[in-house]
């Protein structure tokens, strides 16, 4: 069965840290580039960070770039955002999800909350 | 950064009716690198349409999307209840953005 399941979200005080980790399994994921997605409480679908399958290349929304970093362990079958200087804004359902430059998303996990408050 | 303005923002149609939603890139999205998703209460996402026109894995034909450059469109023919949801346009071709949605509600 096709999965990726997310971990790592919760509370955190702003300026604070957060390292989220999504495990793929059903497909062979060194192949597919990743992606995180978040939406925020109530709101819409907002795009942060894609990495490639080689994890060679990298990208980022301007609203996260030089806060956050994407990482994977292909020999884990597992991606990762380091999440660092947490704002208020970042409160979100971050999603990990199969896709990313220039592939749809066809795959989602279920969403780990990270809230980020004092 | 290409923006996405999807419209109506909520749609109120009755099952068996016929949905258009429409989504505006304020540039040329390249090569029709453009997807829908769909989303329920309390679930991910799910891709519906991606190349503007292809029907992903497992969607039902009366899903259906059109389009190119900076307009597209999704219909969805004969609303089933279980169609009822938040949809959301996307483009992949420069960076990433997604529209901000649109609800479709049972009238």
């Known amino acids: 069965e096709v999965q990726l399941l997310e971990s790592g979200g919760g509370l955190v005080q702003p300026g604070g840290s957060l390292r989220l980790s999504c495990a793929a399994s059903?497909?062979?994921?060194?192949?597919?580039?990743m992606s995180w997605v978040r939406q925020a409480p109530g709101k819409g679908l907002e795009w942060v960070s894609a990495?490639?399958?080689?994890?060679?290349?990298?990208y980022y929304a301007d609203s996260v770039k030089g806060r956050f970093t994407i990482s994977r362990d292909n020999s884990k079958n597992t991606l990762y955002l380091q999440m660092n200087s947490l704002r208020a804004e970042d409160t979100a359902l971050y999603y990990c999800?199969?896709?990313?430059?220039?592939?749809?998303?066809?795959?989602w996990g279920q969403g780990t909350m990270v809230t980020v408050s004092s | 950064e290409i923006v996405l303005t999807q419209s109506p923002g909520t749609l109120s149609l009755s099952p068996g009716e016929r949905a258009t939603l429409s989504c505006r890139a304020s540039?040329?999205?390249?090569?029709?690198?453009f997807a829908w998703y769909q989303q329920k209460p309390g679930q991910a996402p799910r891709l519906l349409i991606y190349?503007?026109?292809s029907r992903a894995t497992g969607i039902p034909d009366r899903f259906s999307g059109s389009g190119s450059g900076t307009d597209f469109t999704l219909t969805i023919t004969r609303l089933e209840p279980e169609d009822f949801a938040v949809y959301y346009c996307?483009?992949?071709?420069?960076?990433?953005?997604f529209g901000q949605g649109t609800k479709l509600e049972i009238k």
């Open positions: 999800a199969k896709g990313g430059g220039l592939a749809a998303f066809d795959m």
């Open positions: 059903g497909f062979t994921f060194r192949n597919s580039a």
């Open positions: 990495i490639s399958g080689s994890g060679g290349s990298t």
């Open positions: 540039q040329s999205v390249s090569s029709n690198f």
């Open positions: 190349g503007a026109s």
């Open positions: 996307q483009q992949y071709g420069s960076s990433q953005s």
